[in-house]
């Protein structure tokens, strides 16, 4: 009864943050908000989202502090790529924040840098408590038999749509179990209709989460050791694809792409509604969501001919930096935020369905309905789920070759065969260093 009547509080107090109408205090306003007593620990905890999810996390956090006095916690946030960036520097420098987030995507990378410390120890003594995981959401966090991230939440790849521009043009939606063809020709379609300078698409090409759905459905991964698992014939295959679809004027041009970068969800072309669809993790339906009035939808990345229906699993989560001083601390708030039902109100699946079994039944009455279709799609998708495959140690600087290369082809600099020579050339030089 004391913990339906505390589930019953923390449902209360974040019914509005889960509907993407949370506050929060910024990194700079909540260190000005503390004492400063010599009791005071202060940590630093660093993380990637947009305006909906950074206001969830400040919130949570201004919660924590508030329940443990003696820790603050200053805050570093950004783009997904910038902080990726940021981070890895960061850490090289020995200037790492003690406690800061690691998807599927980076977690290999990270910890071939040496940028994360293990917390088994820290697990095995009931400081960060994994009890209530399943086994395959505790050995999403772990290297090498180490574990080294607590998981928020698990995701996957799957084509957010726009349905109300469908539904404007005349299209039908896209529907689950979709192939590749049946997607290229949607894209077809749908840019007959649309207004001048909208797409049914952004580029992809370059996607690296795209590539690796496309090796997974090919029976094999992007990395395979410190070499890539495709072969230059299917690499072709790959970037051909996505010219074909240029050429017919079904994504932007080049130049929009490239300016386009890696915005935050308010800014980029399917915020703007410049796309109708693109890819993104399961999760971000519900973040788009909260962006707009639009009606919007999510199916299957296109399976390929002959692929093997497969999706890699993305699991997200929190680690303690490698040169952190104040391990306790850090390791209690990650504690807190997989744990603590407040914690879990407030964040609200945001990383996708928590991967805590007993957070579930917190999130469950809190949920929006395009969180139900998350994890509804997810649930449709569970006998394609397999483990993200394993990173390479430069995994990163080749995904971003990934992109380069892609957009070589785009501005006609190269041909796709010179670009992915080049591709493997450079590839085979970052992942044997």
């Known amino acids: 009864m004391k913990r339906w009547m505390a589930l019953g509080i923390a449902a209360a107090a974040s019914a509005a943050v889960c509907s993407g109408c949370g506050g929060g205090n910024t990194g700079a306003e909540s260190a000005g908000e503390q004492g400063s007593g010599n009791d005071t620990v202060t940590i630093r905890m660093a993380w990637w989202g947009g305006e909906s999810r950074n206001a969830k996390i400040n919130k949570m956090l201004d919660a924590f502090e508030a329940s443990h006095p003696g820790i603050k916690v200053e805050r570093e946030y950004n783009t997904e790529t910038q902080f990726v960036e940021k981070v890895t520097t960061q850490a090289a420098g020995q200037d790492a924040p003690d406690v800061f987030q690691a998807s599927s995507f980076y977690l290999d990378d990270f910890v071939a840098r040496k940028m994360y410390m293990p917390m088994d120890e820290l697990v095995a003594s009931g400081k960060i408590d994994l009890s209530n995981f399943d086994k395959v959401d505790i050995e999403a966090g772990q290297k090498d038999g180490k574990q080294y991230i607590a998981l928020w939440g698990h995701i996957a790849t799957g084509i957010v749509y726009n349905q109300t521009m469908f539904e404007e043009a005349g ?7 979709w192939t590749w063809d049946d997607y290229a020709e949607t894209c077809r379609k749908l840019q007959e209709k649309l207004p001048e300078d909208t797409w049914a698409t952004e580029d992809e090409g370059g996607v690296y989460r795209n590539v690796e759905c496309f090796a997974v459905q090919k029976g094999k991964a992007l990395f395979e050791g410190n070499a890539i698992g495709l072969s230059k014939e299917e690499m072709t295959d790959w970037y051909n694809r996505w010219e074909t679809l240029r050429e017919e004027g079904v994504c932007p041009p ?10 935050n969800l308010e800014q980029s072309m399917f915020g703007r509604r410049k796309v109708a669809m693109f890819s993104t993790s399961s999760n971000q339906l519900t973040n788009f969501q909260n962006l707009t009035e639009d009606k919007l939808g999510i199916v299957n990345y296109p399976w390929i001919e002959g692929a093997v229906k497969e999706t890699p699993m993305i699991g997200s989560g929190l680690g303690i930096a490698a040169n952190s001083k104040h391990p306790d601390e850090a390791a209690e708030l990650i504690n807190w935020i997989i744990n603590d039902d407040e914690a879990v109100a407030i964040f609200c699946g945001e990383h996708g369905q ?8 917190v999130v469950e009455p809190l949920v929006s309905d395009s969180q139900r279709e998350e994890y509804a799609y997810m649930e449709e998708m569970q006998s394609a789920i397999v483990p993200y495959p ?4 430069g995994a990163n600087s080749v995904k971003t070759l990934l992109t380069t290369e892609n957009e070589a082809i785009a501005f006609k600099q190269m041909s796709t065969e010179q670009a992915v020579d080049d591709f ?4 085979g030089q970052i992942l044997n260093r």
Not at 354 to 361: D, I, L, Q, S, V
């Open 171 to 177: 299209v039908e939606i896209p529907k689950m179990g």
């Open 254 to 263: 080049a130049s929009i792409q490239k300016e386009q970068g890696n915005k």
């Open 354 to 361: 928590p991967a805590n079994k007993k957070a579930r039944e």
């Open 390 to 393: 394993a990173q390479a140690a």
């Open 424 to 427: 493997f050339q450079q590839s």
